[in-house]
């Protein structure tokens, strides 16, 4: 169990031993400034209310109940009923310790028993991936990395769009260029075209193996490809349509098919069967989803693009209908990424030559690499939009944060090289100093970053968290020498740096990012 997640059960145990009162709201933070300790917490000021006492002293009572627990060196009480939580340096001690000598150190069950379809990229097989594509690859990649190693059962999946209208156009793309006729107006003109026209075999088949080709290149695996077509042959669509029907959840209006979505909160219904015989997309959808819930998955998670946000209304309505026909919970979690800005130099990078519209993600790769590509992708929150300079991440220097955080990793192991050390007696006291103790309490909240982050789904808070291990680890070698002629100081502090160097690589590795030994 992490630290906070341990402080927040030894929390709710005291307000139960001391009021009968059960809370699963037991907020814990991170103070900005150290004089307020490594933790605080408000929860004394959310019992006030309930229990009809003033918040000091009910933070006066939890005081006194957790005063001698053996991980806290000192609790105080600030403003009107804050809790500010000071961890004492034997329990940091231990826990550099388990993580030099626990090669799972971090690894969880939190998420124990989850069963977890992860659907992710999905692009059309009609071209190329862009570097929007690599972002939903890296976001969905590392979400699939931090799900399991926080215990959950984890299937990847990349659904092929090989049905419809954008097929047929790209079959016809590339005929034309074989026969040397024009391109259809509303074709695909990229040069790609004229590449896929000159392979042998089926040019769908060989753009989807480019597709996995530039995937494994970054480093992304898929547990299965679903393809679209299979739900047409297998008759699939048709007989959820039909059970739609059956079930009161589907009607005819003006000569097309609907789904009543607004009966599920939906702000309008959805048409699934055009005027005109046709499928929309959205029907297409509801039958893979069906599918998915049939497969037995108790969680969906769809990372989808920018064009998707009016999505989720309509796909959560049609889940609900088809976990109702399973006769179980299935919770749908959508994750809406938004669009990636390319510049140089400060300047807006539009075009690709090979597309002619956004830059491939095989572009980009070839440029600034695997490890800057996928840690610059993954670095910001999905549903914000992301923005970065090619020329800053080919850059060595402190600006660009995979090399800051990858030189940190690089740092230790020459500090390790220099020491002639491969394993190192640990030593009961490790911590010597404040930048010393700043670097454990670092270490030990590693846990419990990738805790909140796969329940929230959010993979840019490693990144964050290993920046802020850098950081702290510059600061304390540029103060501190790590090796000297005190045999006992350097062992101390041997030990704390081999456990930053642990950290940074597993950290790194759940962002599917190298840890360079040499840089």
């Not at 005109?276 to 989803?289: E, K, L, N, P, Q």
């Not at 998670?301 to 026909?325: F, Q, S």
């Not at 041997?494 to 840089?519: F, H, N, Q, Y």
Request: hydrophobic content about 40%; overall charge negative; charged content about 30%.
């Amino acid at each position: 169990m992490s630290l906070k997640l341990y402080l927040k059960a030894i929390l709710s145990k005291a307000i139960k031993d001391l009021w009968n009162e059960e809370t699963d709201i037991i907020p814990l933070e991170y103070p900005e400034f150290k004089q307020y300790g490594d933790y605080a917490t408000p929860v004394a000021m959310i019992l006030a209310r309930k229990l009809k006492k003033n918040p000091k002293e009910i933070a006066n009572s939890l005081v006194e109940y957790l005063k001698n627990y053996p991980e806290l060196n000192k609790i105080e009480i600030a403003g009107p009923g804050y809790i500010n939580f000071f961890i004492s340096d034997s329990f940091l001690n231990q826990e550099i310790k388990k993580i030099i000598e626990d090669e799972n150190y971090g690894k969880n069950n939190s998420l124990d028993g989850k069963k977890i379809l992860l659907e992710y990229v999905s692009a059309n097989p009609t071209g190329p991936l862009h570097v929007g594509h690599g972002r939903w690859a890296a976001i969905g990649d590392s979400l699939s990395r931090l799900l399991k190693f926080c215990g959950a059962d984890v299937t990847r999946e990349f659904y092929i769009n090989d049905a419809g209208i954008q097929v047929k156009l790209f079959y016809e793309s590339v005929e034309a260029v074989k026969s040397g006729r024009p391109i259809p107006e509303n074709g695909y003109h990229g040069e790609y075209i004229k590449e896929i026209a000159s392979m042998e075999g089926d040019p769908l088949l060989n753009m989807i193996a480019e597709q996995q080709s530039t995937l494994s290149k970054f480093r992304v695996q898929f547990d299965n490809y679903f393809s679209e077509k299979n739900l047409h042959i297998s008759g699939a669509v048709q007989r959820v349509l039909e059970y739609l029907k059956k079930s009161g959840h589907g009607y005819e209006s003006e000569g097309a098919f609907w789904f009543k979505s607004t009966d599920f909160g939906d702000d309008k219904d959805r048409v699934l069967v055009k005027s005109d015989g046709d499928y929309t997309y959205f029907a297409v959808d509801i039958a893979y989803h069906r599918d998915k819930i049939r497969r037995g998955f108790d969680q969906l998670i769809n990372v989808l693009g920018a064009d998707h946000h009016g999505y989720t209304g309509r796909l959560k309505a049609a889940v609900r209908v088809m976990a109702e026909e399973a006769a179980r919970e299935v919770e749908l979690v959508i994750l809406i990424g938004q669009l990636v800005s390319l510049f140089r130099n400060g300047e807006p990078v539009r075009m690709s030559k090979r597309t002619g519209e956004m830059i491939t993600l095989e572009e980009l790769i070839d440029e600034i690499g695997v490890d800057a590509a996928r840690y610059y992708l993954v670095m910001r929150k999905a549903d914000t939009p992301l923005e970065f300079d090619i020329e800053e991440a080919k850059k060595q220097s402190e600006d660009n944060p995979v090399f800051y955080v990858q030189y940190a990793h690089a740092r230790i192991c020459s500090i390790l090289r220099n020491a002639d050390v491969t394993a190192i007696s640990v030593p009961e006291e490790i911590i010597d100093s404040p930048e010393a103790r700043e670097i454990a309490i670092e270490l030990v909240k590693f846990e419990e970053v990738l805790v909140d982050a796969a329940r929230a789904f959010e993979p840019h808070r490693i990144p964050l968290y290993l920046e802020n291990l850098a950081s702290v680890l510059h600061r304390f070698y540029n103060k501190h020498r790590v090796i000297s002629e005190d045999k006992e100081r350097t062992l101390k502090r041997l030990s704390l740096v081999m456990a930053t160097g642990r950290i940074i690589k597993k950290g790194l590795d759940l962002i599917g990012v190298s840890a360079p030994e040499k840089m």
